[in-house]
């Protein structure tokens, strides 16, 4: 297989026909050259998004589906170790279910990574990058997360909590995460810096989401991060006493 795109969805049965009709034009088209899986992740949701996808999207010639489930709700970087683990591809795209990321942007995102790219994260607090719509409090966490993260590991990268990316699959082997929650991807995505791993920003506009509302816990998710920056600073004071 050469890819793999992971989509974590929690209670999105608004946005499934979203889904369907802004990824299957580019999924089909990326399917004429390269075989190609869509894993979505229902993770607990209680208002149908299951039943909504297997509904929705039916079997696609040279496009293979999986549906992966979680009982109950467990969290984004449960719904991405899961997603990872059913994964096939050479290469492994995770994006948001609702669409924040216009999906239209996968495969710039996929060139990048042929570049000699081990990650590509997508990027909206780069200097090329912009953000559309969303509230400036929902930005706040991200922001400040993201400049805390340059502080401790590399100031190059200005966006480190973005979800929509591009991996080589062996690094998403290689590099174990704990966070359940939504510290997950950026768990990952440190890991790999601090072992070496290259890593290159896709500038990209956010947008604001169109239709349900956001799951982040927003007191839950800035505790995390900020006990995990911990451990980095810790992890960087012991090297450089070494």
Known sequence: MDLSIVIPC???????????????PIVTEMARTQSLELIFVDDGSSDGTLEALKTTFEPLDGISLKFERHMTNRGLGAALRTGFAACAGLEVVTTDSDGTYQFSCIPELLSRLKEGADIVTASPYHPDGNVVGVPGYRLVLSRGSSLIYRILVDWRIHTYTCLFRAYRHEVIEEFNFQSDGFLGGTELLVKAMLHG??????????????????KARILRTILAHLQFQGRVLLHRAHLSSL
């Open 197 to 214: 791993r290259r890593v290159i920003e896709y500038p990209a506009v956010l947008y604001r989401r169109v239709y349900g509302s956001s």
């Open 10 to 24: 929690y209670n999105e049965v608004e946005n499934v026909a979203k889904i369907k009709n802004e990824l299957l």
